[in-house]
């Protein structure tokens, strides 16, 4: 009975280390950004992105629903409306990562997606996260794109 009740608790330990590391990810990149380049791509080709000025800002949040994301933010193209969408992050296999989803109707340059991220002063980078078409899981993301953004 000792054993099990160690069992758990060491369970529940590594749970709660594991989502404070999710959520110091959010801190990391909470905030407004000007939007340096964007690359679009469909099945590995680049896709022309056409805007002047762009903004995107991260809330800083807690997160809750794993699967959609409960954070929010928005973004803006040559000054038109702003986009919102919900977001999350996490720590997968040694890399950041933050998957951006939208409840609101679907807008060019293509900002959702999911991405592996890192920064470089106040430089933030999100690398698309690309698979193959038809692969044996049956995920398939042959339209990603790469986000590089100035902290403002």
Not at 35 to 46: A, F, L, M, P, V
Not at 94 to 103: D, E, L
Not at 120 to 142: A, H, P, Q, W, Y
């Amino acid at each position: 009975m000792k054993n099990y009740f160690t069992l758990f608790a060491a369970t529940i330990s590594l749970l709660i280390i594991s989502c404070n590391k999710d959520q110091k990810l959010i801190s990391e990149i909470a905030g407004e950004y000007t939007i340096q380049s964007i690359i679009n791509y469909n099945k590995g080709e680049e896709i022309p992105v056409n805007f002047q000025t762009g903004k995107i800002f991260f809330e800083n949040c807690e997160m809750k629903d794993e699967g959609g994301g409960s954070c929010t933010g928005w973004f803006e193209f040559d000054g038109l409306q702003k986009v919102t969408f919900q977001y999350y992050t996490r720590k997968e296999q040694g890399a950041k990562t933050i998957k951006i989803t939208n409840p609101n109707s679907f807008k060019e340059p293509i900002i959702l997606g999911y991405y592996e991220f890192k920064k470089e002063g106040n430089l933030l980078i999100f690398s698309g996260k690309k698979g193959s078409e038809g692969s044996s899981n049956g995920v398939s993301f042959s339209e990603y794109s790469d986000i590089k953004l100035i902290k403002n």
